[in-house]
């Protein structure tokens, strides 16, 4: 009975070692434990004005990044820099970099930046550079000018004025303000002016096609003829101008023709060639032959007066066949001088040399008879015949009378 006291005294200190021994273990995990605590870091990470708290580890910048499962692109932004400790409740700043087209005089280019205003980009860049205005865009897709306040020069058809933006994204509110109207294919962007002022510049622009016509030319034909003594012409058709169409798609920027692109360029009239006869008949033959026909023509063939007119005035039938065409007395007064000239208002006058005849000097005289049968008697048919020649030539007998006293003949 005396042995299991000591039995029990021999379990007491053994328990009390191992108490001991779990109580310097416990002290060892504490302070290991306290070292833990110390490493684990949370800081605020903000990306692109978006922030949370991220607990992390390493309490290096790029440490809490990778924690926040936050990658960073080639031109991203990071501050502190990525090699930089942080302590709690810091805050890491990413702002990501995107890719904005500019233009420039050198043309179109992409850059890469995190400005957040298109005020800010121009800022980065030459001063020659502007960026188009988005005035369609939905609201969230479209980078703010410039913070609200800020004024904006606008420029437009010769003259400026200055807006102050009310809300960031203003462009369609500036040009309302400034009392400008723009078509849907008018050109509007910012840039910057060399004294740091944002301006909102409006380019008309004007697109479409443009027809214009020109002439054609011509061709005179010469046909040789028995009808016609030897050295003698004769205008058998006259000749008619042609006329070609011209389309050209043509764009322009506040009046300067930026694009010009033929579309279409083909003859749509053609020319009527004139045809001129020439005489290869010998005279005496000719005028023989015509006489042999019961025709009555001088020696080289050209008709000559059949009796003596006895009629009316012809200046009285051109008065009124005048006024029947509706030309008013100034043109009656040009066809007196021009045909007093020509023949003396005589229907047999005849021109030997020439071959011309009658009152408007027909050559030949034959073609008259487009007007009449009676065409080598008749002053009605023709004067019937001279003024449809004008008409269809000089537009009115003044017309004909102006190139006669220019030239000498009409």
Partial sequence: MHGLPKRSALARARRRVWRATAAASIAVLGIAGAGVANAHTTVLVE?????????????????????ANVSLG???QVDPSPGAKVSAWDTIVVSRAREVRIHTKDGPKKIWTTAKSIDDILGEVRQDAYIPAQRSMPRELVDPIAPAGTPVIVKADGEQTTVVLERTFDVARVLERAGIDVSA???????????GDIQLIVERV????????EEVDYEVIEEETDELAQGKRSVETEGVMGE????????????ELIVDSEISNEITTEPVNEVVLVGTADPDELAARLRSQGQYVDAVGDPIPMGTYSGADPRG?????????GWGDDQFGCLLTLWDRESHWNPYAHNASSGAYGIPQSLPGSKMASAGADWQTNPETQIRWGLGYIANRYGTPC??????NSVGWY
């Avoid at 070609?244 to 009046?255: A, E, F, L, P």
């Avoid at 039938?317 to 065409?325: F, N, S, T």
């Avoid at 017309?399 to 006669?404: D, F």
């Fill in 47 to 67: 990306v692109d004005g978006v922030s949370r708290p991220v607990s992390a580890w390493d309490n290096s910048v790029m440490g809490v990044l990778r924690a």
């Fill in 74 to 76: 080639q031109y991203d």
């Fill in 185 to 195: 294919i008018d050109r509007v962007h910012l840039r910057h002016a060399p004294n």
């Fill in 206 to 213: 004007t697109r479409g096609t443009v027809t214009k016509t």
């Fill in 244 to 255: 070609r169409t011209i389309v050209r798609y043509q764009q322009s920027i506040d009046g």
């Fill in 317 to 325: 039938i051109g008065q009124r066949m005048v006024a029947e065409r």
């Fill in 399 to 404: 017309g004909a009378l102006g190139h006669s």
